[in-house]
Antibody, heavy 118, light 108 residues
Framework: QVQLVESGGGVVQPGRSLRLSCAASGLTFSSYGMHWVRQAPGKGLEWVAV????????YYGDSVKGRFTVSRDNSKNTLYLQMNSLRAEDTAVYYC???????????WGQGTTVTVSS | SFDLTQPPSVSVSPGQTARITCSGD??????AYWFQQKPGQAPVLVIY???ERPSGIPERFSGSSSGTTVTLTISGVQAEDEADYYC???????????FGGGTKLTVL
């Protein structure tokens, strides 16, 4: 079955960097756009970034633009999120999600937790 | 960017019908999607393209659209439907995605 597994979360100091990964299985990874979505403690969902199926286009939410970079390695079926200049307000559970043109974000990972604290 | 507005909470008794609205200026032109999220779990897609239901989602979940408002309707609400529900849409160029603030559905 289709499965997305995030990893790389942890506790990091403000201003430092962290890279998240999302490993995909059970799907033709290179055929789908992929999103990162986050959820701060007790808050709602916030869209973070999207990358086209071939990596040709990348777009970001306003709160992370210029600090976060989304990328993918289709040979490894893996999505990445490089997070630089982290702030306390970046503390959240980060989810990756598959995007299909027909049905939107139809498959989600279980999430990985990022805590930015000194 | 654009905004999607949802009521913070909706309460309904078991067996009744719950309606959760989502309003936004982009909605007459862009599709809406609905997600269910239970505590400690990842979101689950329950409605896509305003009215379509993914396989495996119970028939009691339905979606509708009228002007700047889309509505998620849950008919014959069950205790297991208690969750947070989020609407979502994207801009016309598919460069920006937005979630509504979420609605907590309480089954009394």
């Amino acid at each position: 079955q289709v499965q997305l597994v995030e990893s790389g979360g942890g506790v990091v100091q403000p201003g430092r960097s962290l890279r998240l990964s999302c490993a995909a299985s059970g799907l033709t990874f290179s055929s789908y756009g992929m999103h990162w979505v986050r959820q701060a403690p007790g808050k709602g969902l916030e869209w973070v970034a999207v990358i086209w199926y071939d990596g040709s286009n990348k777009y970001y939410g306003d709160s992370v633009k210029g600090r976060f970079t989304v990328s993918r390695d289709n040979s490894k079926n893996t999505l990445y999120l490089q997070m630089n200049s982290l702030r306390a307000e970046d503390t959240a559970v980060y989810y990756c999600a598959r995007d299909t043109n027909n049905s939107g974000m139809d498959v989600w990972g279980q999430g990985t937790t990022v805590t930015v604290s000194s | 960017s654009f905004d999607l507005t949802q009521p913070p909470s909706v309460s309904v008794s078991p067996g009744q019908t719950a309606r959760i609205t989502c309003s936004g200026d982009a909605l007459p032109k862009q599709y809406a999607y609905w997600f269910q999220q239970k505590p400690g779990q990842a979101p689950v897609l329950v409605i896509y393209k305003d009215t379509e239901r993914p396989s495996g989602i119970p028939e009691r979940f339905s979606g509708s659209s009228s002007g700047t408002t889309v509505t998620l309707t849950i008919s014959g609400v069950q205790a297991e439907d208690e969750a947070d529900y989020y609407c979502q849409s994207a801009d016309s160029s598919s460069t920006y995605w937005v979630f509504g603030g979420g609605t907590k559905l309480t089954v009394l």
